[in-house]
């Protein structure tokens, strides 16, 4: 069983790639073998075309907010709902939610999914700081497409499991001091240092997951080196599969009920009392 984990970016390029983490599983250990850089879309496509079996945990929202579609009479089946943000483009998409948006009451201008505000993440309906919903509209219609397994919302090619990941989720439990930036003027050393405090309490196996990192030299100076934190990020959402992966017979450890449009992030507990809506 092999374990990916990728930091996932709406325009790829170059300067600012997707990265995937590839690992494996032994017993309570993740060891990360290779870090790879997808400056471009082909590139990822054929990422999620890989041979598995593999289970994989990204960095984007999967769904939208239930509230949302069906406010706007999208359709509610997550197939046709990913095909129907597809076919309006990102013009059609983002003038869509603006204006959804501007309808909305001050205070409540942006409607969250139920896993958002248990793992702390952004609304998918946010189209800057950061770009989620673009993430949505260019993620999930490539996933539909490889054909790959999404546990409880669209069924697939059960050897290459593909489930949401959100790396602040791990990264707030350990610390909460800021551990990245893209600015150069924010590249500081105590973002360095508050990396190298992730990374050491992954490799002592001190986190919520019970999981230990394990990997070389060279890549543990990537991930503590890397200033943008994609190849920290990637690693932790590999984590996250790796977590999910140990319960693939128990529904790869999601909450259930979840919603089947909105979906649920991986290692992130259903409060109680909160069932499908």
């Known amino acids: 069983m092999k374990i990916l984990g990728v930091d996932f970016t709406s325009a790829p390029r170059k300067a600012k790639p997707i990265i ?33 079996p593999w289970v994989g945990a990204f960095d984007l929202p999967f769904g939208l907010p239930r509230e949302m579609v069906q406010d ?5 089946h997550w197939p046709d709902l990913v095909r129907h943000c597809e076919a309006l483009g990102k013009a059609g ?6 204006h959804y948006r501007a309808g909305r009451a001050p205070g409540h201008k942006f409607a969250h999914r139920a896993t958002d505000h248990p793992a702390g993440s952004s609304s998918p309906m ?6 989620v919903g673009l993430m949505f509209l260019e993620g999930a219609p490539r996933l539909l497409a490889a054909g790959v397994h999404i546990p409880c919302l669209h069924p697939g090619d059960d050897n290459r499991i593909a489930l949401e990941g959100y790396p602040g989720y791990i990264a707030r439990s350990l610390t909460r001091a800021s551990y990245k930036s893209d600015t150069r003027q924010k590249q ?19 986190n919520s997951l019970g999981l230990t990192l394990r990997t070389s030299t060279e890549l543990q100076n990537a991930l503590a080196q890397d200033p943008s934190g994609d190849c920290l990020d990637a690693t932790l959402c590999a984590l996250q599969a790796a977590w999910s992966a140990q319960r693939q017979h128990q529904g790869f450890g999601l909450p259930q009920p979840i919603d089947p449009i909105e979906g649920w992030i991986a290692t992130v507990p ?3 009392g909160q069932g499908q809506r």
């Open 20 to 52: 995937a983490a590839w690992g494996h599983l032994a017993g309570d250990a993740l060891h990360l073998d290779t870090l790879q850089a997808l400056p471009d879309w082909a590139k990822f496509e054929a990422l999620l075309a890989t041979a598995g």
């Open 72 to 76: 706007l009479a999208w359709p509610t």
């Open 93 to 98: 998409f983002t003038t869509a939610i603006d």
């Open 126 to 131: 946010k189209l800057i700081n950061p770009p």
């Open 188 to 206: 500081t050393p105590e973002r360095a240092q508050a990396r190298h405090h992730i990374l050491d309490a992954l490799t002592r196996g001190e």
């Open 270 to 272: 259903q409060p109680i």
